[in-house]
């Protein structure tokens, strides 16, 4: 299809026009960032297996009754969207203790929380994206009580979800972030998953040797994060399990 005017331009992702009213195309780069773009680099074939992996998890939600706005993919590296108003919070799911959270309480990375703890981040790079709380999301309006409920309810269906898609391929789901959108229909408000689901948003740990297969292979030079990233959609089924790793993957239509 003819590539339409840009929106918006992103880290990870270009969102430009959809073919119809109320529709976006995502276009999934091969960048990668961490510590706030601090660090940054071009990686062959990343665009494409984020694609193709958000697209998995976006269709399995969906398939559960979860609503995403996900309607279907175009290409290697593109995917048609509903278009949404988004809520301005990154709204983070962790079972295990890693990352930021182990810096700012003192628990030891990996170790297992007594129940998925939700967090929010205020959305806004220039700032870093900080930990808010649910008075400052309120007093800010930027979301309803409402909407509040609403959104936890979505993050804790979404990490029932993938908590058990990974744990059947052998992979622990040590935390996750996923964006939420408002859509209208007529006067009618609901919320919905946004963005994307990928291992860029995930963190990933082989449950028998800790390995890690997600986007802290790259903020911390663990490897190759293609071959990382291969191997998630290798286990999950969306690459063929006897290809070996590559650096542009060829991936299963």
């Not at 929380?113 to 205020?122: N, Q």
């Not at 870093?128 to 800010?140: R, S």
């Not at 909407?147 to 804790?156: E, G, K, Q, W």
């Amino acid at each position: 299809m003819a590539r339409r005017k840009k929106i918006y331009e992103g880290k990870a992702k270009i969102l430009y026009e959809g073919p119809e009213p109320g529709t976006i195309v995502q276009y999934f780069k091969d960048d990668a960032t961490a510590f706030n773009a601090q660090k940054k680099e071009v990686i062959d074939g990343k665009g494409v297996l984020n694609n193709r992996l958000s697209e998995f998890f976006m269709t399995g939600l969906a398939q559960i009754g979860v609503p995403t706005h996900f309607i279907k993919r175009l290409n290697m590296r593109e995917q048609l969207v509903r278009q949404v108003e988004i809520v301005p919070l990154e709204v983070i799911v962790r079972n295990y203790a890693a990352g930021t959270m182990s810096q700012r309480l003192g628990i030891e990375e990996g170790t297992q929380l007594p129940r998925p703890i939700v967090e929010y981040c205020y959305k806004d790079d220039a700032l870093g994206d900080p930990l808010v709380t649910e008075e400052h999301i309120a007093a800010f309006g930027w979301a309803s009580q409402q909407d509040m409920d609403d959104i936890l309810s979505l993050a804790l269906r979404v990490n029932d979800f993938l908590s058990g898609v990974m744990m059947a391929v052998g992979i622990r789901l040590v935390d996750f972030k996923i964006e939420v959108g408002r859509v209208y229909d007529g006067d009618f408000m609901r919320l919905i998953v946004a963005d994307e689901i990928s291992p860029d948003s995930c963190r990933l740990w082989d449950i028998e040797t800790g390995q890690k297969l997600d986007k802290d292979v790259f903020r911390r030079d663990l490897g190759n994060l293609t071959d990382a990233y291969t191997e998630v959609a290798r286990r999950l089924g969306v690459m063929p399990k006897t290809s070996s790793p590559i650096t542009k993957p060829t991936l299963i239509n």
